[in-house]
């Protein structure tokens, strides 16, 4: 039988499997008596055992075998859960993922197995002995694994290449294109017959799109299992002693947008571990437990997913990131000091770093650059709250799905531009008596608060006009809100979403286009970026 094919299964599964064991050994380095961490980890070892055998990939097979072997004894209580044992693990962890990676290109990579099988024989043997079974040298795989697979129940889900469920995301939205135009050509005709066809297939299109964007829904736990090891090997290497913890790794998000969630998650943990959290000499000094704290969550608000990176640490210096932005020549909006969106709009420079010295973690300058970026591509928003001595928080703030999206359709002049749903509180008309100039821009009284408003039409380079009633769409993002007067407020549609990157130093406009129900183009507004340049406005 041809087992090539099952490759990329083979290292998918394997990749979930050596999450499982990174997070289960990370719990049992802290807690030695976490005996369900240990059982785990030694099911997700048995299991990579057992399917490298399957596939013929010997290599991998003699290291999970020796791995699980000090497992079982751990688990038989005849070796103690030390310390070394645990990192010993790890670096197998390590190794196994390299290798399983190599074997799929077709090179097992054994030299990087060899020297971990010798050590893990010694820890085997290293007290009581152990009444696994050592490995035998020259044993065939078969030899050495029983195939879990047997015992397994039936299984409920099935892997689809993420290609596949983008082509049906695209067929979908090609429909929901034709929904709408039907339903448009529906309503001037008077065949009975005929709209109640086009309502029953209404219906069934809502009902087919909902589950092609339900079957790309993923937890972010996919993503998020990555971290604790990340965060524990990078502490280590500065000498902090970090608490890591994680919360709503359940929270579902499109696969497609999961995938680029990685990176920024990575340089937010990275700029916390090593600017943000102090070195435990200096944490005692200010009245702090030793133990620094970090947190990474996700939530759910309305059809968007916020996921928040927190520290306890010092804080940023608001005083020294605007002295460093002075040397560098950037340009500052007002005077004092550094509200929180300014301290982003320079901390987000390109090359902007206030570090004394380039460290394997941070200082750079392009961390959270390269998050601004990614984040605003992806049509979402950046939020920071820093506190000096107590800590900072940074906020990711992004859609549910990239794929389709519930949009309020505009005009200005001739021109359609889509509002994402999610970002509306309401739609509403004012009278012009309502609307006041001021120094910092326009601003309205709106349910006994004064209101920013933005003109869409100056935003597009497009003659100002005044009229007697303004319509104006409120946006809201967190706790930030602002007016959008357009000329029109045509209709809500389901809107296919087609990309775009923002251009980096550019007006932070729009973040994609679609093709309306009549055909016609639409760009899609960048609400994200909007408010930002109100606010530093």
Sequence with gaps: ???????????????????VMNRHLLVLER???????LDATFRAVHTVKGMSATMGYDAVTVLAHEMETV????????????ASRVAACLDVVDALERMVEGAVRGDELASVGEPLVQRLRILATDGEEATAAPAVPGATPAALSESPVAAAPRARHVRVDIGRLDALTDLVGELIIARGRLVRETASSDNAALAEVAEHTTRLLDDLQHAVLHARMVPVAHVFDRFPRMVRDAALGLGKDVVFDMDGDDIEIDRSLLDE?????????RNALDHGLEPAAERIAAGKRAEGHLTL??????SAVIVRVSDD?????????????RELGVPRRGRGALNDAELLEIIARPGF?????????SGRGVGIDAVLHRVRALGGTVEITSHEGQGTTVTLRLPLTLAIVRALITRVHDEVYAIPLTHVSEALETDRSELRRTRGGEVMLHQGQRMPVLRLRELVQ???????TEQVVMLEIGERRAGLIVDELTSQQDIVVKRFDAARDGAALFSGATILADGAPALIVDVGGLMRGQHHG
Excluded at 462 to 468: G, S
């Design 31 to 37: 807690s030695p008596g976490a005996h369900e961490s």
């Design 71 to 82: 497992l079982d004894a751990l688990r038989a209580g005849h070796l103690a859960v030390t």
């Design 261 to 269: 969630l990685g990176d920024p998650i990575v340089h937010l943990l």
């Design 297 to 302: 969550c996700a939530s759910r608000e309305r």
């Design 313 to 325: 640490g010092r804080g940023m210096d608001r005083a020294a990131i605007a002295r460093r932005a």
């Design 462 to 468: 497009l003659p100002r006009e005044t009229h007697d």
């Design 1 to 19: 039988m041809d087992l090539a094919r099952y490759a990329e299964l083979f290292l998918t599964e394997s990749r979930e499997h050596l999450a």
């Design 353 to 361: 770093s206030t570090a004394a010295q380039v460290t394997a973690v």
